[in-house]
């Protein structure tokens, strides 16, 4: 096979994704060689038609030079018949995406065990992520969510991928607004991207005109994993508004009505302007249609099925051991919320404060610091989200991207999408992506200096009026906590020591200790020296009298 006649681009997979990314970059004379793994026939077919559709197009007449033949738009697509054939006719290094997998881990193991035998160092794989749009319509439905552990790319290609240098990269889609879609239809989907950077870097000239991708770490799980943090941080974040709508209904007594203006206000200049506020206002002006009575809002059964991946976040963090109490309190949530006949029968046996016992409180006064309170939560929640990530990657000896994590988070369209996200994008930006703590970015610390009174005078009234509000008062004790020069973990220390000697350590002094707490742990004490004392006198007889024998 001549020069002329190798592709730049390998295409598995002829979907209808597939076949317009090919078309699209042989209309752009870059070759492109295409095989369809299930049904190897399908391939010649394809090219045929889109060699009638694009030859009247040609700038080149059959008269050319033959040569120049080969860079035709309408020859630049080049069918194979065989994973082999198809490997020889892509130059090194190979550049190959694979289309029509994301569902099926054994097709793509089966297409991969046939590929690696025909690829050398250097070659890139990536496999495309979800390609149809699909609307949940019931709670079974399932999504594109899958735990980074049960990456097949991720695995193979720590154990087979690496070894022979070969890059394995894998797209995973990000949820997007349905009716974001419907309106603007020619959106594009958004993908994070897992694999070795040089190999993204390469690669995305050929993604880019089908979908906005960024890349998020150097191992392929890495896309799993800033899909699974992303989904924590919107139910966090959903809970912490969720809980300031619920005291604007209790303690300042607003109607549904008032609740949805109070949201528009924040959304048209407010901090915590939001995709978030923004549909939260339209649910509370939704009359209900079904009744003819009141509002949908308050028809809506309160309670929310879980499954598997909605406990992962909270696992995850206690495996690795960094703290996420405000996430782990929507969790939590979730889990009241479905105790719900239980909640019924505890509303009329435990009691609340009444009348008197509630606070007096200014409505305008609630609806400004709670601004600043679900900001001030909102904070807490990515700090928690990114540092769990952090983690990870210490674990995994992975490279993340966190500024590129907020990017496509936070882009039109996307749940998180928010002003507070766009700040702590460009502070994470300014830092050059330094792996401290968000907290301590000095543009996110100044503005929790900033509303932590109106975050304090929030939990607080909740407190006093007995409404619930796990996440914005996890979110604060997470705050002081972390803010916190001493905790008060040094008497739990010694309490474990005062009960079975477990011992501790001290400030500016290395060893171990332990304290006679009272006079019973100084006599025994006494006794257990006594006894290693003669152990240790009576020795040196034993040895003396087996020596006679």
Not at 54 to 77: F, G, H, V
Not at 94 to 105: A, N, S, V
Not at 147 to 169: C, D, H, M, R, W
Not at 422 to 448: C, F, R, W
């Amino acid at each position: 096979m001549s020069l002329n006649e190798i592709c730049e681009l390998g295409v598995i997979g002829l979907t209808s994704l597939g076949q317009s990314l090919a078309a699209h970059h042989a209309i752009k004379k870059r070759r492109v060689c295409v095989y369809d793994y299930d049904d190897p026939s399908f391939a010649p077919q394809v090219i045929k038609e889109f060699r009638t559709s694009i030859e009247q197009d040609d700038d080149i007449n059959d008269d050319d030079d033959p040569a120049l033949n080969t860079t035709r738009p309408s020859r630049c697509m080049v069918p194979s018949n065989s994973i082999k054939e198809f490997a020889t006719i892509i130059s090194t290094p190979r550049k190959i995406i694979i289309f029509g997998t994301h569902d099926d881990d054994k097709k793509f193991d089966d297409i991969w065990n046939e590929l690696r035998v025909n690829l050398t160092r250097g070659d890139m794989v990536l496999r495309w992520g979800e390609e149809e749009g699909s609307m949940m319509t019931h709670p079974s439905d399932q999504n594109n969510l899958q735990f980074y552990t049960e990456s097949i790319v991720g695995n193979l290609s720590k154990l087979q991928a690496e070894p022979l240098g070969i890059s394995l990269l894998e797209m995973v889609k990000l949820e997007q607004d349905r009716a974001a879609i419907i309106r603007e239809s020619d959106i594009q989907d958004t993908f994070v991207v897992g694999g070795p950077e040089d190999a993204y870097e390469q690669l995305s000239l050929y993604v880019s005109p089908f979908a906005l991708i960024g890349h998020v770490g150097s191992s392929a799980a890495c896309a799993h994993y800033a899909r699974m943090v992303q989904r924590a941080v919107e139910f966090g974040m959903a809970q912490c508004l969720a809980e300031g709508c619920d005291l604007l209904k209790k303690a300042a007594l607003y109607e549904n009505q008032d609740v949805g203006r109070t949201l528009t206000k924040w959304q048209e200049g407010g901090m915590i302007s939001s995709y978030l506020v923004e549909i939260s206002s339209k649910i509370y002006y939704k009359r209900d249609g079904i009744t003819k009575k009141g509002h949908v809002i308050d028809h809506i059964v309160d309670s929310i099925d879980l499954n598997g991946s909605d406990t992962w976040f909270s696992l995850e963090a206690t495996k690795l051991g960094v703290p996420a109490p405000t996430i782990t309190a929507a969790l939590e949530a979730r889990f009241l919320s479905n105790m719900k006949e239980e909640r019924v029968d505890a509303s009329s046996i435990l009691g609340a404060p009444e009348g008197a016992d509630t606070p007096s409180v200014m409505k305008d006064q609630i609806s400004e610091d709670l601004q600043g309170a679900i900001y001030s939560a909102w904070t807490c929640v990515v700090a928690e989200g990114l540092s769990i990530f952090v983690a990870a990657a210490e674990v995994g000896q992975w490279e993340v991207n966190l500024v590129e994590c907020l990017r496509l988070w936070n882009l039109p369209a996307s749940f998180l999408n928010s002003d507070m996200l766009d700040k702590m994008y460009s502070a994470l930006t300014e830092s050059q992506g330094n792996m401290q703590h968000v907290l301590l970015l000095p543009s996110i610390s100044a503005q929790l200096q900033a509303t932590h009174m109106s975050w304090r005078r929030i939990v607080t009234l909740c407190f006093a009026s007995a409404i619930p509000c796990p996440c914005l008062g996890a979110s604060l004790t997470y705050y002081d906590s972390y803010r916190s020069k001493i905790l008060p973990s040094g008497l739990i220390r010694a309490q474990r020591d005062f009960f079975g000697g477990y011992g501790y350590n001290r400030f500016n002094e290395e060893g171990w200790y332990t304290s006679c707490w009272v006079q019973e742990h100084t006599d025994g004490l006494k006794r257990a020296t006594k006894k290693l004392e003669k152990g240790a006198n009576d020795e040196p007889k034993k040895k003396k009298k087996r020596k006679t024998k």
